[in-house]
Nanobody
């Protein structure tokens, strides 16, 4: 069992930046797939970015060039740097993990551990 705790959400204006953090209770999960997902009201949960044990990353097309996923294994922490935020980025953001190496897809069903979420609100 691994516990994930997100932080760093908030309310910002369009064009501003936020950095989300996700603290994992077990270091072993930082060697598998970890990722960020988001869910807006009335919409399905969607993959934002993932990273694997070899630091390979994947991004949704909608955030490429604006968001950067990274991790610090020494701190068992996953990050999401979000720049040039847009109102359509408004959502609850979730950290996810699975103790499995691989391609780390942007599909939510692949991940079996989830944090409680942190809200990001971007106003125009």
């Amino acid at each position: 069992q691994v516990q994930l705790v997100e932080s760093g959400g908030g309310s910002v204006q369009a064009g501003e930046s936020l950095r989300l953090s996700c603290a994992a209770s077990k270091s072993s999960y930082s060697s598998g797939c970890m990722g960020w997902f988001r869910q807006a009201p009335g919409k399905e949960r969607e993959g934002v970015a993932t990273i694997n044990g070899d630091y390979s990353t994947r991004y949704a097309d909608s955030v490429k060039g604006r968001f950067t996923i990274s991790k610090d294994p020494a701190e068992n922490t996953l990050y999401l740097q979000m720049n040039s935020l847009k109102p359509e980025d408004t959502a609850m953001y979730y950290c996810a993990a699975v103790n499995s190496a691989g391609r780390c897809p942007l599909a939510a069903h692949y991940y079996n551990y989830w944090g409680q979420g942190t809200q990001v609100t971007v106003s125009s």
